[in-house]
């Protein structure tokens, strides 16, 4: 990928460089495929190397498709701006993230999405189906969350973590998906897939004829090649980074 030089190296460090040009890069993906909702929603990420737990956001009212590395603001655990950025933030927004980032110890990138594919398996009761290959990345291996409230105290976030557990991905009943990981790349690579694997499903259960079945054995088979594909992950996130850089250049600055 190129290297996107540190426009201030006095007010960011390398680490939080990087991370700032990898989120933009989510951001304006993440609309590319159609998959966010206008200014709401967002993906979060933790700027590593800090003292104290610190995060990267969406400016409040800024569409993902105009997001850049240097107009992203800096919070702390509570929502609240921590640099001189003109933009606001959404400290409500921020609450399911900042519950999974403090509970999830490897969860540094969390991406949110109220999808129309995304918003309708979450109303489902059987919810997401190994209908197709793309599924086989979340077989028993992607957590339920029951929209019992729209406010997070303490005690909910506790309760979404725990329905997270040690899955990649979270169906949010009622109301759209979860992905995290460890890195950008990771969250968006599991984003893109449930994405795809949501689209699918609609698109099969809308039709009168009746689908056909995955044996157990099979999806078990496909789970376990899918699983932590961390090469796989890197290069498909480096070749939509450089399709990023000729398509839309100006995420980076």
Request: overall charge negative; hydrophobic content about 40%; some cysteine.
């Amino acid at each position: 990928m190129p290297d996107i030089p540190n426009p201030d190296p006095a007010r960011y460090s390398a680490g939080e460089w990087q991370t700032r040009v990898d989120l933009a890069a989510a951001y304006r993906l993440i609309a590319t495929l159609n998959m966010d909702d206008a200014i709401f929603t967002h993906i979060s990420v933790r700027i590593p190397d800090t003292d104290v737990p610190t995060f990267l956001i969406n400016p409040y009212g800024m569409m993902f498709e105009e997001v850049t590395a240097t107009s992203l603001v800096k919070i702390d655990v509570n929502g609240h701006k921590i640099c001189d950025s003109p933009w606001p933030v959404n400290p409500a927004g921020f609450d399911i993230h900042s519950a999974v980032h403090t509970r999830s110890p490897n969860a540094h990138c969390v991406i949110h999405t109220h999808s129309l594919a995304g918003m309708t398996v979450a109303s489902m009761p059987e919810g997401l189906l190994p209908l197709n290959q793309m599924s086989l990345h979340f077989y028993k291996r992607i957590g339920r969350y029951s929209y019992d409230t729209i406010h997070f105290p303490e005690h909910e976030k506790d309760r979404l973590v725990a329905c997270i557990a040690d899955h990649p991905a979270l169906i949010m009943e009622s109301h759209g998906m979860m992905t995290c990981g460890p890195t950008v790349a990771d969250a968006f690579f599991y984003m893109y897939y449930l994405e795809k694997a949501c689209r699918i499903q609609v698109q099969v259960l809308a039709g009168a004829r009746p689908h056909i079945p995955m044996r157990d054995e099979v999806a078990e088979e496909g789970r376990a090649l899918f699983e932590d594909r961390h090469e796989q992950k890197r290069f498909m996130w480096a070749a939509f980074v450089r399709k990023l850089h000729r398509d839309a250049p100006d995420f980076a600055r």
